[in-house]
């Protein structure tokens, strides 16, 4: 028997059919009973009979279900859940949606949103970020309506509206930063690029990398507040000169911030002391850009005779630091010495210059039983050979300003510049910056770049966490929306730490991300007939991550 679904006139009907053969061995077709018509049927008004023929068969009733459970690939939602989250209650949703609205047929602030927390989850090209996607629920997005062609499209949006963006993400961020007084740190890092074509206008240019010798590159001056958090970025050719980049980003900072002051802060890596008064002489709505620069290591041969009363007097026997200040190129010298520090420092120097002295005395000892007619085993040494082995030692070690190598001598020699020695004594453990700031201690003048080794962190977060290098972008318009996706990601990251900091959470934003991410999206279809869905359920340290940066924990119902 078979159910058969037979017309009369407009009208289908439901019948219950037998096939048998007749006396003649035909096959013949007879209803057994009419189950009614077709939208009674498929309404539930036959259930009754349906259900009697299950339980006759042996079969589990509509009531009972079919027995069958299917799992739905689970899809975590608790990291994307706290960006989501993040996100809104720093008012970039509504802020961008503003600016980015009716530019395109589709949602690109979503599509933003989903770029940059791409970057924090698991940073990927765009066409990763599809792939990223088939795993993950982001709240408030229809990830399967998203293609290559929208991530595209979106990044060219961010070209064009690029000014109007970073305005509004400064307003969004002005409640975070101090107006009487901001104290900036800029610092230029390289960004490495991929491709080998050349375009008109290209960002990707030939240089020398910060990692090390010369790539392919573009780079990259993000500004950024005493707290870490970063308020401002640009991208330059990656063969500009460092110190062109810096007026027109403090301009551009001073403008969009309205800031009553900005001190820049630098590392030694940054600035020239050659160009001091060429810095001197940039005003900002005529007041002298204020700054405090690192003093470069191969500068302190100049700084011998001024340091000495000051080393003799606060540091040889110090027991706690010992700040200093002295009149430069009429600037303020600015001195820290910490004598834990030195004495690490300088032991350590002592401990490498003894083992090379020793290896150099083990070479004159074998040089000198050689020549004796003493033989060894191997190639017989020569005074060249040892003397390069002794050189690229020394090198290696990076004592070569202490112990000269004498390549140009006939046997081997080297000497030890007691000088350099003491020099480099006299600096350990000491931190020599230089500044035009008149109102403030030598101890504020320290604790304030010190800072910035926090800061250059984050360049580091860009590169690793966040992953923005290398780039595989050509278009001068798209690298910079990849840099502009990035930074945004880093304001996340930076907010996030602070939220983190001020509960006195022991985690880093990257480790909270990793336990919101084990909140994972599940759904179940239940008997063919019904879908169940849930999250898993919160374990105690997600419920404190939560309540420790002030957003609500994810919710079935606001998904």
């Not at 991410?517 to 997600?542: C, D, M, N, W, Y």
Request: charged share 30%; net charge neutral; aromatic share 6%.
């Amino acid at each position: 028997m078979f159910v058969k679904v037979t017309k009369s006139g407009p009208r289908r009907y439901v019948k219950l059919v037998e096939s048998y053969r007749d006396e003649a061995g035909k096959p013949r077709q007879r209803v057994i009973a009419t189950l009614g018509r077709l939208e009674a049927v498929t309404a539930g008004e036959s259930s009754a009979l349906i259900n009697g023929l299950l339980r006759v068969s042996g079969q589990p009733t509509l009531e009972e279900g079919t027995g069958e459970t299917d799992f739905a690939p689970a899809r975590s939602v608790g990291d994307t859940w706290l960006l989501t989250s993040l996100w809104k209650e720093l008012g970039l949703d509504d802020a961008f949606r503003r600016v980015l609205r009716s530019k395109r047929q589709f949602d690109v602030e979503r599509l933003l949103r989903v770029m940059v927390f791409n970057r924090l989850c698991d940073p990927e090209s765009k066409l990763g970020v599809l792939r990223w996607l088939e795993d993950v629920l982001v709240p408030g997005v229809d990830t399967a309506s998203i293609s290559h062609q929208h991530l595209l499209r979106t990044m060219d949006t961010l070209s064009d509206c690029s000014e109007a963006l970073n305005d509004v993400l400064a307003q969004q961020l002005k409640p975070l930063i101090d107006q009487e007084l901001s104290i900036v740190f800029y610092d230029l890092t390289t960004i490495r690029a991929e491709g080998g074509t050349s375009l008109d206008g290209d960002l990707r240019h030939y240089g020398p990398s910060k990692e090390g010798g010369i790539a392919r590159q573009f780079m990259l001056g993000v500004v950024q507040t005493a707290e870490g958090l970063p308020i401002h970025h640009e991208v330059f050719d990656g063969n500009v000169a460092e110190t062109r980049t810096l007026l027109p980003t403090i301009q551009t900072v001073v403008k969009r911030f309205n800031v009553g002051r900005v001190v820049l802060v630098a590392d030694r890596g940054l600035l020239s002391l050659d160009n001091l008064a060429a810095l001197s002489a940039v005003r900002i709505e005529d007041r002298p850009l204020e700054f405090i620069l690192a003093v470069p290591g191969r500068r302190y041969g100049e700084f011998d005779d001024l340091l000495k009363a000051f080393h003799q007097t606060h540091c040889q026997n110090a027991d706690h630091e010992a700040y200093g200040e002295m009149a430069w190129q009429d600037h303020r010298l600015i001195v820290a010495h910490r004598p834990e520090v030195a004495k690490a420092q300088t032991a350590a120097r002592d401990q490498k210059i003894e083992t090379l002295q020793a290896d150099a005395r083990h070479w004159f000892e074998k040089l000198d039983n050689q020549d004796a007619g003493r033989r060894y085993r191997g190639s017989k040494l020569s005074d060249a050979g040892v003397t390069a082995r002794f050189y690229k030692a020394v090198t290696d070690a990076h004592l070569g300003h202490i112990l000269k190598v004498d390549l140009t001598a006939e046997t081997f020699n080297y000497v030890l510049d007691q000088r350099a020695l003491d020099r480099a004594r006299m600096m350990d453990g000491k931190l020599l910056l230089v500044t035009n700031m008149a109102d403030h201690d030598p101890q504020e003048i320290v604790d304030r770049y010190r800072a910035l080794a926090d800061i250059e962190r984050g360049f580091r977060v860009l590169k690793s966490d966040i992953e923005i290098a290398p780039v595989y972008h050509r278009l001068p318009d798209r690298i910079r929306a990849h840099a502009l996706i990035c930074l945004l990601a880093l304001v996340l990251y930076r907010v996030l730490r602070m939220r983190l900091k001020a509960s006195d959470h022991p985690l880093s934003p990257t480790r909270a991300l990793e336990i919101a991410r084990k909140i994972q999206f599940h759904q179940v279809l239940l008997h063919r007939r019904e879908t169940a869905s849930g999250l898993t359920k919160l374990k105690p340290e997600q419920r404190d991550l939560f309540e420790a940066i002030g957003l609500p924990a994810p919710a079935v119902s606001r998904l």
